[in-house]
């Protein structure tokens, strides 16, 4: 059964620091571009983060650039989504997906064919 399954959600205070984590099953990251979006109160879903797999190079969405920092680890099967110096509006419910559309060359970043359940990340004091 293909799964990915995201942990380390939580409440945090802004200026804060969170990791996500979403890790695969039934399926092998490697190979494929990965990516986090994110869907706060009220909004549509929106990109967040891409890593393409042919490179290695990143995309991030302007609010994060600079806070935000996506990764894999292959051997582990597993990717990750770094969040410094967190903001209230970055709340909100984060997804991770495999074989997303990525080209961070041309800022070009798509929704994925695998996708975890969301995790809930709330910034607040």
């Known amino acids: 059964q293909v799964q990915l399954v995201e942990s380390g959600g939580g409440l945090v205070q802004p200026g804060g620091s969170l990791r996500l984590s979403c890790a695969a099953s039934g399926f092998t990251l490697d190979g494929y571009n990965i990516g986090w979006f994110r869907q706060a109160p009220g909004k549509e879903r929106e990109k967040v983060s891409c890593?393409?797999?042919?490179?290695?190079?990143?995309y991030y969405v302007d609010s994060v650039k600079g806070r935000f920092t996506i990764s894999r680890d292959n051997a582990k099967n597993t990717m990750y989504l770094q969040m410094d110096i967190m903001k209230p509006e970055d709340t909100g419910v984060y997804y991770c997906?495999?074989?997303?559309?990525?080209?961070?060359?041309?800022?070009?970043?798509?929704?994925?064919?695998?996708w975890g359940q969301g995790t809930q990340v709330t910034v607040s004091s």
């Open positions: 890593l393409s797999d042919s490179d290695g190079s990143t």
């Open positions: 997906a495999a074989d997303v559309i990525c080209i961070p060359g041309i800022q070009v970043m798509g929704g994925g064919d695998y």
